[in-house]
Protein backbone atom coordinates (compact mmCIF):
# COMPACT_ATOMS: atom_id res chain seq x y z
CA UNK A 1 0.00 0.00 0.00
CA UNK A 2 2.54 2.49 0.72
CA UNK A 3 4.31 1.81 -2.33
CA UNK A 4 1.66 3.36 -3.88
CA UNK A 5 1.21 6.42 -2.24
CA UNK A 6 4.34 8.16 -2.94
CA UNK A 7 6.07 9.18 -5.70
CA UNK A 8 9.83 9.64 -4.76
CA UNK A 9 10.81 6.28 -5.52
CA UNK A 10 9.72 6.75 -9.03
CA UNK A 11 12.97 8.73 -10.60
CA UNK A 12 14.93 5.66 -8.81
CA UNK A 13 12.91 2.74 -8.98
CA UNK A 14 10.89 3.23 -12.80
CA UNK A 15 14.17 4.96 -14.24
CA UNK A 16 13.50 3.21 -17.67
CA UNK A 17 10.36 2.86 -17.74
CA UNK A 18 7.94 5.93 -15.78
CA UNK A 19 9.74 8.25 -15.67
CA UNK A 20 9.66 10.27 -18.98
CA UNK A 21 6.07 9.94 -18.85
CA UNK A 22 5.45 11.67 -15.14
CA UNK A 23 8.61 13.51 -13.87
CA UNK A 24 8.47 17.62 -15.00
CA UNK A 25 11.82 20.33 -14.61
CA UNK A 26 9.63 21.11 -11.46
CA UNK A 27 8.89 18.46 -9.53
CA UNK A 28 11.35 15.92 -10.44
CA UNK A 29 11.06 13.89 -7.86
CA UNK A 30 7.16 13.84 -8.05
CA UNK A 31 5.70 14.66 -4.95
CA UNK A 32 1.94 14.68 -4.61
CA UNK A 33 -0.16 17.17 -4.90
CA UNK A 34 -3.51 17.79 -2.65
CA UNK A 35 -3.35 15.13 0.30
CA UNK A 36 -6.80 15.30 1.44
CA UNK A 37 -8.17 12.57 4.29
CA UNK A 38 -11.61 11.08 4.86
CA UNK A 39 -11.73 9.26 8.62
CA UNK A 40 -8.92 6.46 7.57
CA UNK A 41 -9.37 6.82 3.74
CA UNK A 42 -7.58 9.60 1.43
CA UNK A 43 -6.81 10.99 -1.89
CA UNK A 44 -3.92 12.20 -3.62
CA UNK A 45 -3.26 14.05 -6.56
CA UNK A 46 -0.57 12.61 -9.66
CA UNK A 47 0.65 14.47 -12.21
CA UNK A 48 1.85 13.35 -15.88
CA UNK A 49 3.74 15.01 -18.19
CA UNK A 50 2.07 16.26 -21.13
CA UNK A 51 5.53 17.11 -23.00
CA UNK A 52 6.15 13.51 -23.29
CA UNK A 53 6.76 11.96 -26.70
CA UNK A 54 7.48 8.43 -27.19
CA UNK A 55 10.77 7.76 -29.64
CA UNK A 56 10.05 3.90 -30.20
CA UNK A 57 7.69 3.54 -33.44
CA UNK A 58 5.88 0.65 -31.78
CA UNK A 59 5.21 2.50 -28.79
CA UNK A 60 3.71 5.46 -31.22
CA UNK A 61 1.39 3.33 -32.74
CA UNK A 62 -0.06 1.92 -29.87
CA UNK A 63 -0.29 4.97 -28.11
CA UNK A 64 -1.82 6.35 -31.33
CA UNK A 65 -4.29 3.55 -30.94
CA UNK A 66 -4.79 3.04 -27.12
CA UNK A 67 -7.97 3.12 -25.48
CA UNK A 68 -8.26 6.37 -23.48
CA UNK A 69 -7.88 4.22 -19.88
CA UNK A 70 -4.53 4.74 -20.03
CA UNK A 71 -2.84 7.87 -20.85
CA UNK A 72 -4.27 11.31 -20.78
CA UNK A 73 -7.05 12.27 -23.56
CA UNK A 74 -5.76 15.60 -23.71
CA UNK A 75 -8.40 16.52 -26.54
CA UNK A 76 -10.94 15.00 -24.45
CA UNK A 77 -10.12 16.72 -20.80
CA UNK A 78 -9.93 20.56 -22.81
CA UNK A 79 -13.42 19.50 -24.03
CA UNK A 80 -15.17 17.86 -20.98
CA UNK A 81 -15.70 15.07 -22.20
CA UNK A 82 -13.32 12.71 -20.54
CA UNK A 83 -15.77 11.47 -18.06
CA UNK A 84 -14.08 10.37 -14.92
CA UNK A 85 -11.73 13.11 -15.15
CA UNK A 86 -14.48 15.19 -15.14
CA UNK A 87 -16.00 14.55 -11.54
CA UNK A 88 -15.62 17.84 -9.67
CA UNK A 89 -13.79 15.19 -6.90
CA UNK A 90 -11.04 14.23 -9.17
CA UNK A 91 -8.42 17.27 -9.85
CA UNK A 92 -9.50 19.57 -7.29
CA UNK A 93 -6.68 21.70 -7.42
CA UNK A 94 -6.96 22.05 -11.16
CA UNK A 95 -3.53 21.32 -11.84
CA UNK A 96 -2.75 21.40 -15.67
CA UNK A 97 -0.57 18.34 -16.13
CA UNK A 98 -3.32 16.04 -14.00
CA UNK A 99 -2.87 12.33 -14.29
CA UNK A 100 -4.64 10.52 -11.33
CA UNK A 101 -5.78 10.29 -8.65
CA UNK A 102 -4.67 7.74 -6.22
CA UNK A 103 -7.57 7.04 -3.77
CA UNK A 104 -7.19 5.11 -0.95
CA UNK A 105 -10.48 3.11 0.08
CA UNK A 106 -9.03 1.55 4.10
CA UNK A 107 -8.04 -0.76 4.88
CA UNK A 108 -7.24 -2.63 1.17
CA UNK A 109 -8.12 -0.93 -2.21
CA UNK A 110 -6.28 1.93 -4.38
CA UNK A 111 -8.34 3.11 -6.83
CA UNK A 112 -7.18 5.35 -9.86
CA UNK A 113 -9.20 7.26 -12.07
CA UNK A 114 -8.01 7.74 -15.69
CA UNK A 115 -9.49 9.56 -18.72
CA UNK A 116 -12.40 7.12 -19.53
CA UNK A 117 -11.47 4.35 -17.05
CA UNK A 118 -9.97 3.20 -13.87
CA UNK A 119 -6.89 1.38 -12.37
CA UNK A 120 -7.65 -1.05 -9.41
CA UNK A 121 -5.83 -2.40 -6.87
CA UNK A 122 -6.76 -5.09 -3.92
CA UNK A 123 -4.32 -6.35 -2.30
CA UNK A 124 -5.40 -9.37 0.07
CA UNK A 125 -3.19 -10.67 2.91
CA UNK A 126 -2.63 -14.49 2.96
CA UNK A 127 -0.29 -14.69 5.93
CA UNK A 128 1.56 -12.16 8.29
CA UNK A 129 4.87 -11.95 5.50
CA UNK A 130 2.87 -12.24 2.66
CA UNK A 131 -0.04 -11.06 0.12
CA UNK A 132 -1.33 -10.84 -2.94
CA UNK A 133 -1.86 -7.66 -5.41
CA UNK A 134 -4.84 -7.92 -7.46
CA UNK A 135 -4.26 -5.54 -10.39
CA UNK A 136 -7.14 -4.43 -12.92
CA UNK A 137 -7.44 -2.13 -15.61
CA UNK A 138 -11.18 -1.13 -16.69
CA UNK A 139 -12.37 0.54 -20.00
CA UNK A 140 -16.24 1.71 -20.60
CA UNK A 141 -15.73 -0.51 -24.11
CA UNK A 142 -13.56 -3.52 -24.81
CA UNK A 143 -10.86 -2.69 -27.98
CA UNK A 144 -12.82 -2.42 -31.44
CA UNK A 145 -10.32 -3.25 -33.78
CA UNK A 146 -7.33 -5.50 -34.15
CA UNK A 147 -5.04 -2.08 -34.00
CA UNK A 148 -6.93 -0.89 -30.50
CA UNK A 149 -6.63 -4.89 -29.16
CA UNK A 150 -2.82 -4.79 -29.68
CA UNK A 151 -2.40 -1.44 -28.04
CA UNK A 152 -4.18 -2.75 -25.09
CA UNK A 153 -2.09 -5.82 -25.15
CA UNK A 154 1.24 -3.34 -25.07
CA UNK A 155 0.18 -1.62 -22.45
CA UNK A 156 -0.82 -4.29 -20.18
CA UNK A 157 2.73 -5.65 -20.72
CA UNK A 158 4.23 -2.42 -19.85
CA UNK A 159 2.40 -2.28 -16.75
CA UNK A 160 3.11 -5.61 -15.99
CA UNK A 161 6.80 -4.77 -15.96
CA UNK A 162 6.38 -1.44 -13.80
CA UNK A 163 4.61 -3.48 -11.07
CA UNK A 164 7.06 -6.25 -11.69
CA UNK A 165 9.54 -3.14 -10.19
CA UNK A 166 7.49 -2.41 -7.27
CA UNK A 167 6.69 -6.33 -6.15
CA UNK A 168 10.56 -7.06 -6.58
CA UNK A 169 11.54 -3.45 -4.57
CA UNK A 170 8.83 -4.31 -1.45
CA UNK A 171 9.99 -8.08 -1.15
CA UNK A 172 13.22 -7.18 -0.48
CA UNK A 173 11.84 -4.30 1.73
CA UNK A 174 10.08 -7.16 3.63
CA UNK A 175 12.61 -8.78 4.32
CA UNK A 176 14.63 -5.59 5.53
CA UNK A 177 11.19 -5.31 8.14
CA UNK A 178 12.34 -8.55 9.88
CA UNK A 179 15.90 -7.97 10.24
CA UNK A 180 16.97 -8.14 13.46
CA UNK A 181 18.53 -4.31 13.87
CA UNK A 182 15.41 -3.07 13.04
CA UNK A 183 13.50 -1.65 15.97
CA UNK A 184 11.18 0.86 14.72
CA UNK A 185 10.23 2.66 11.41
CA UNK A 186 10.97 6.41 11.15
CA UNK A 187 9.11 8.46 8.37
CA UNK A 188 10.63 11.58 6.87
CA UNK A 189 8.25 14.72 5.96
CA UNK A 190 7.81 13.53 2.35
CA UNK A 191 5.91 10.90 3.75
CA UNK A 192 2.97 12.06 5.04
CA UNK A 193 0.68 9.71 3.54
CA UNK A 194 2.49 6.71 4.97
CA UNK A 195 2.30 8.24 8.68
CA UNK A 196 -1.34 8.62 8.31
CA UNK A 197 -1.99 5.28 7.09
CA UNK A 198 0.27 3.53 9.32
CA UNK A 199 -1.90 5.32 12.15
CA UNK A 200 -5.05 4.25 10.64
CA UNK A 201 -3.74 0.25 10.52
CA UNK A 202 -2.92 1.08 13.88
CA UNK A 203 -6.03 2.71 15.67
CA UNK A 204 -8.03 -0.31 13.43
CA UNK A 205 -5.87 -2.64 15.43
CA UNK A 206 -6.26 -1.28 18.80
CA UNK A 207 -10.13 -0.56 18.34
CA UNK A 208 -10.03 -4.39 17.18
CA UNK A 209 -8.44 -5.56 20.75
Known sequence: MNAFNEGYHIPFLHAKTLVPQLLTDDNPFL????????????????QRNYQWLPESPTLQFAIQHMLPTSVPDADAIASGTAGLTQHPGVNAIGIDNFGTEVITIFPNIILQPLANGYLLFTFWPTSAGRMVCDVRVHAKAPPADLRQEFATAHM???????????????????????????????????????????RAVADFMDHAR
Open 31 to 46: QYHDFRRFGPHSSLTL
Open 156 to 198: LAATRDVLTEDVSMSQVQQRGLYGHGLQAVNFGENEAHLRFFS
